[in-house]
């Protein structure tokens, strides 16, 4: 329960319009039992006079007060579903930021789809349990009690009879929930058994066909089907259960009604209007008498998603507490690794080791290796995406001792997967540039570097264009000089590359070394690459291996020193011209 | 994700009743009529039940409670008055009331427990019968149809929308169909109890139906705001959590921090205007609930004063309103629940009406005897109009022989095996299995004359007995047995706890790639097929294995006919021929060694793909 405070405390953000919308609440309740007493009043003044023209006045004062109680109870919602969607939108804006903030080895590490899990079905379970949960509770609180207080003056035994069967559903349905949760799973169970099947059969449809083996394969689709459907239907039964209890209990009410009311009617000791009273709020009080049972219902999911949101509010943003302060005026650009290793968590494997590396200033680093070797892992530290053991110097300082903004800043950053966003092509390129405008001629100028401006031209609304599902799909070679250019954008004094030259063509590759060779004058690059041909021209080349630096130099020193770089050369000059024959 | 465009889904989700749909999915229901006509008994049965208690109670107060009470001359009700003597009469009847009253109940407790019983049931029988055949449908479907299909939506077909479809039969469509029937029944009592009341009722019912539907219209437009702007910031929320390395390294979490905001805005409003709606909806229905019973308690009382209405009867009157509003005021649900339906049966249809193109022809021919002479005649094939992955190609592979195709990556190798197991049909030309079209054949049953080793061949949940066997009658364990040494992987078996009964695959042991590629051979080689297809795994393993699968291959191959895509050496080296493709061209064919000498293309791929392997060998 405590744990649900602390979100309840962002409902009191709003406290003002959120105890307006819980006072209405009691004011509906009580507008609700008035209604039902006029017309019991009413009812027993028909015996005492032979005037009529009561009832027409009792008709407007009826209409009054629904109308009267249809404005609390708009209020009420209008107000407390209004603040509780108030409150999804803050919390969802924190746990962003929260997310943007995370250093980059929590997502690493987690799902995407968790941690979509959590701004969607866990922040609405708590919506929903704290804000119209709440009012449906408060409403149960105050109408129940009321109409209990209001009967008891009438007849206080007819009221004992009427709790007894109340008292007896739920003891029974109390019996039942641990039956229905077990049955429950079971149903939960064999429906991800269903969809894990299919799952299956569809990412192995490859093996089901080629052994014509489909038959078998339904099955055992048809027998999982079945389970879940047997399942179903023993969840259906305790269903029927609950149901039949419940509904059962309400209408046994009405027994004491029947026979205690109707004797205390022979006894003159209560009119036909007061059986009225009784008969009217029994059946105003069965539906919020149930929505207590939803909420207890809903309770223990509300805590559950109130813990995971926790967690992640809670996730310490390591690297960014742990950044300096420092600030590099000028950056120059000079780049120094020295014995850098790194473990990435849960691995066995260091992903580096004893990495060390001079890169002056304004001079280019090619980094090659087999699949795996590190190549990725390497650049990923330049910009602090992780911590590592050893040193990196950024202009002498180590990168420990800046500031987030001071060194990444500095870098401007072509990733591997060359991920772009939804966005038109000028915001993917925007992104890059330190105030996030471009101007058409700068934007011009950056697309020519990179190689893409003629396909640029090409669609349809120019920068202008939509890129992703809604816009145009992009080629992966085109995505790969869309994020040159962007990195390009922000003209900074280092350059990272991994590995963004894969998609290209080999004529598109050389004209875009070429450029970048000239943009690279003055600048810092290091850039990793698949194919040997793309770092030829560095000052320097590392070659690693299974995390550890194999060998270093210039591209003709390591043709003879490394039979790795040699072999790789040739293969891939080979394949080259294979290629090239037609 | 679900395989339609945003623009098509929006269609589909518009659509809120179609007849020839709804005719469609009763075709499912058909087989099961028994079941739904006693639903609709059971229903029935509660329904009059239900209405039964308030008549006893009806009863009681006219009766015996009215007889007593009328007792004094004067007909003035005096608490303090003496009661008379023999009211004990009148007790005892009112006794027999709240007994009968008291087992109508506990009957209505047993019929609404029947009633959920029986929905489910039904619901359940047609969602089985559905969803296996909505299965065995997709499974019939070709590959190119599987590859342009993302998995995961596929599989919300048999499951997510399957189970929408259920809430159509249980509580959409058989409780929508009773509630128009309660509806008019009880008015049709509501006029035999008292038709001056009645004709209130009926007077005032149109302003309840037009409220409640002009409400179902904004509120499923609102809805749709809502949900497309949920769309929007959970994609954004997707796009920017797979792309957080490009946010952070470029320092633009507060821009896209404002632009999530601007989402979130977005969707805080859509989200008022529904709870606008809604706060407005139920307070106004429950007024306009409250002005018709004003009005029964205006007329109603004038006619109690004059003795046409008996008090019981207003009772009775009351409780049957109850009754008689509540499936109006739901409408608006049960409207939800049969769009939601409707979408989902939609996507359904999609799929049962897609048939596959490579299908078995009205009469399938069987090969007898069969031999396994594999022909490729002047094929041509390609994905997409107007770039051919392969073209014109033509070989033979006699009885028993073993052809290894090699060559670079996307030369074409795998679409000549796909060709071959029926993936696809050629664009040109024919394949042919002793000398009979495969278009002429059963697919499925044509496949199972082959052996199949894939790269990286799929594991399914289960134990390695049923992986290797794959529910196939041909296979018993003593062929697996035997299929286990031939491959060299009876190793492999005897070292997993459990042994053949191990579970792999998610929830059991793992496997590396060298076992996996022995067991992919064992699983080949359990149904002694005439033909082998095997794709060759590119990945190293250690020299053991290696040694080990190079054995079972040889066994493999050994007196089959045999299409290989090879990347061992051993393998090309012993194959009857080796056919060089290039660019989805057959360039050179020979035998190793004489390829070699030509020294063209396979001189330069084997310099390329085999060397290596040669180096090694010949070191070792």
């Not at chain 1, 099955?219 to 039949?244: C, K, P, W, Y």
């Not at chain 1, 970048?516 to 770092?535: C, E, K, M, N, Y």
């Not at chain 2, 060709?419 to 299995?433: E, H, K, N």
């Amino acid at each position: 329960m405590r744990r649900l405070w602390t979100f309840f405390r962002r409902f009191l953000v709003h406290r003002k319009i959120l105890f307006a919308g819980f006072l209405t609440i009691p004011l509906g309740s009580l507008a609700d039992i008035w209604l039902t007493l006029e017309i019991g009043d009413g009812l027993n003044r028909l015996r005492n006079s032979d005037d009529t023209t009561f009832l027409r006045g009792l008709f407007f004062s009826l209409v009054a007060i629904a109308f009267v109680r249809g404005v609390f109870r708009f209020l009420q919602r209008w107000w407390i579903v209004g603040v509780s969607r108030r409150v999804e939108a803050d919390l969802k804006q924190d746990l962003f930021d929260k997310l943007a903030s995370l250093p980059f080895a929590f997502h690493n590490k987690s799902r995407t789809g968790d941690i979509v899990s959590r701004l969607t079905s866990d922040v609405e379970n708590i919506r929903m349990f704290l804000g119209p949960g709440m009012m449906y509770v408060l409403g149960a609180l105050t109408l129940v009690p009321t109409s209990l207080f209001v009967l008891m003056r009438l007849e206080p035994r007819l009221v004992l009879f009427m709790l007894l069967p109340i008292g007896l559903m739920g003891l029974g349905v109390r019996a039942l929930v641990p039956r229905l949760h077990r049955i429950s799973t079971q149903v939960q169970e064999s429906l991800a058994d269903i969809s894990h099947h299919a799952q299956e059969t569809f990412a192995g449809v490859r093996v089901v066909k080629g052994y014509g083996v489909d038959a078998q394969q339904v099955g055992r689709f048809e027998t999982a089907s079945r389970e879940n459907r047997d399942h179903q239907i023993r969840l259906s039964r305790v269903r029927g259960m609950m149901d039949a209890i419940t509904h059962t209990a309400f209408n046994l009410t009405f027994l004491p009604i029947l026979f205690v009311g109707g004797m205390a009617m022979i006894d003159r000791s209560l009119a036909a209007g007061d059986l009225f009273k009784f008969i009217d709020l029994t059946l105003k009080v069965f539906w919020p008498v149930i929505s207590l049972g939803w909420m207890a219902g809903m309770y223990p999911r509300a805590l559950v998603s109130a813990e995971r949101i926790d967690t992640l509010l809670n996730e310490r943003a390591e690297i960014e507490e742990g950044a300096g302060t420092r600030e590099l005026d000028e950056v120059r650009g000079e780049l120094a690794l020295q014995r850098v290793s790194f473990l990435y968590p849960d691995t066995s494997e260091p992903a580096l080791q004893g990495v060390s590396v001079q890169i002056p200033a304004e001079s280019s680093l090619g980094v090659v290796g087999p699949t795996g070797s590190g190549k990725s892992t390497l650049l990923n530290l330049l910009g602090r995406m992780f911590d590592c053991q050893g040193e990196i110097r950024l202009d002498g300082v180590p990168i420990r001792d800046l500031s987030l903004s001071s060194l990444r800043g500095a870098i401007a950053y072509v990733p591997q997967d060359s991920f772009l966003f939804s966005e038109t092509w000028r915001d993917n390129v925007g992104l890059g540039a330190p105030d996030g405008e471009l101007s058409d001629e700068r934007l011009q100028e950056l697309a020519e570097r990179a190689c893409i401006a003629e396909d640029v031209a090409g669609f349809p609304d120019g920068y202008e264009q939509l890129i992703g599902e809604r816009g145009v799909t992009l080629s992966g070679g085109q995505r790969q000089r869309t994020c040159i250019a962007r990195a390009l954008a922000k003209d900074p004094p280092v350059l990272v590359l991994d590995d963004c030259l894969s998609a290209v063509d080999t004529e598109t590759e050389a004209q875009l070394i070429h450029n970048l060779r000239a943009a690279g004058q003055g600048r810092t690059v290091v850039l990793a690459a698949h194919r040997l041909s793309a770092v030829r021209h560095a000052d320097r080349i590392l070659v690693l291996n299974g995390g550890r630096v194999e060998a270093q130099g210039t591209h003709g020193e390591l043709l003879d020193a490394s039979p790795w770089y040699r072999e790789t050369w040739d293969r891939q000059r080979a394949e080259e011209e294979l290629e090239e024959l037609s | 994700m679900s395989g339609y465009t945003e623009a098509e889904k929006e269609v589909i989700a518009t659509k809120a009743w179609d007849t020839a749909l709804l005719k469609r999915l009763l075709g499912y229901a058909k087989p099961h009529k028994w079941l739904f006509f006693q639903s609709f008994l059971v229903i029935l049965g509660l329904f009059a039940l239900d209405l039964a208690g308030p008549y006893v109670l009806r009863r009681a107060i006219d009766g015996p409670v009215a007889e007593a009470l009328v007792e004094p001359e004067s007909g003035e009700v005096l608490a303090d008055a003496a009661v008379p003597e023999d009211t004990d009469e009148q007790l005892r009847r009112l006794g027999l009331h709240a007994l009968l009253y008291l087992t109508i109940m506990l009957a209505a407790g047993g019929f609404r427990y029947l009633q959920a019983v029986q929905l489910g049931r039904t619901g359940q029988a047609v969602i089985h019968d559905l969803r296996t055949h909505l299965f065995r449908h997709m499974q019939r479907q070709d590959l190119a149809w599987y590859d342009a299909r993302p998995t995961g939506a596929l599989v919300t077909r048999v499951t997510g929308d399957i189970e929408n479809l259920n809430e159509l039969f249980t509580s959409g469509l058989i409780v929508l169909v009773f509630d128009f029937v309660k509806i008019f029944a009880i008015l049709a009592i509501l006029f035999t109890l008292d038709s001056q009341l009645a004709l209130f009722v009926l007077a005032l019912t149109p302003l309840l139906v037009v409220t409640s539907l002009g409400f179902r219209g904004g509120a499923r437009r609102a809805h749709r705001v809502v949900r497309a702007r949920l769309a929007d910031l959970n994609g954004y929320l997707q796009e920017v959590l797979s792309g957080i390395r490009v946010v952070q390294m470029f320092r633009r979490e507060e821009r896209v921090a404002g632009r999530f905001a601007g989402l979130l805005g977005s969707y805080f409003r859509a989200n008022l205007r529904t709870i606008l709606l809604f706060a407005l909806f139920f307070p106004s229905i429950e007024f306009l609930t409250i002005v018709i019973k004003g009005a029964i308690v205006w007329r109603g009382g004038s006619s109690i004063l004059t003795g046409a209405l008996t008090m019981g009867v207003f009772f009775q009157f009351w409780f049957y309103l109850q009754h008689y509003l509540n499936p109006i005021r739901e409408l608006g649900e049960r409207y939800n629940v049969m769009q939601q339906a409707f979408a989902s049966s939609e996507r359904v249809f999609h799929i049962l009406d897609t048939e596959p193109e490579v299908g078995p022809p009205a009469a399938a021919k069987r090969p007898e005897p069969f031999r396994g002479r594999v022909a490729f005649d002047r094929v041509s094939f390609s994905y997409l109009e107007g770039t051919p992955v392969i073209e014109d190609i033509s070989f033979e592979i006699p009885a028993g022989d073993t052809v290894a195709i090699v060559g670079a990556t996307g030369a074409g190798k795998s679409t000549l095996v796909n060709l071959l197991l029926r993936f696809y049909d050629p664009s040109a030309g024919t394949v042919s299995i002793d000398g009979i079209d495969l278009r002429e054949l059963d697919p499925t049953e044509h496949r199972s004359h082959l052996g199949l080793v894939q790269q990286e061949d799929f594991l399914f949940t289960g134990t390695v007995r049923e992986n290797l066997a794959l529910g196939r009658a041909s296979v018993s364990d003593a062929s697996i047995a035997r299929a286990l040494e031939v491959s060299c992987a009876g190793d492999v078996v005897r070292r997993l706890p459990g042994g053949l009964d191990a579970e792999v695959a998610e929830r059991g042991v793992t496997l590396s790639t060298g076992e996996r590629e022995l067991l992919a051979i064992a699983r080949a080689l359990a149904a002694d097929p005439h033909v082998v297809i095997l794709d060759e795994a590119t990945s190293s393993v250690d020299s053991g294995t290696e040694a080990r699968i190079e054995e079972a291959t040889h066994n493999l191959l050994r007196g089959r006919t045999a299409l290989v895509v090879a990347h061992r050496l051993s393998t090309v080296r012993r194959a009857d021929r080796i056919l060089v493709l290039h660019k989805g061209r057959l360039r050179e064919q020979g035998t190793h060694e004489e390829l070699l000498e030509q020294g063209g293309l396979y001189a330069k791929l084997y310099a390329l793909q085999f060397r290596d392997a040669d180096d090694t060998a010949r070191a070792g």
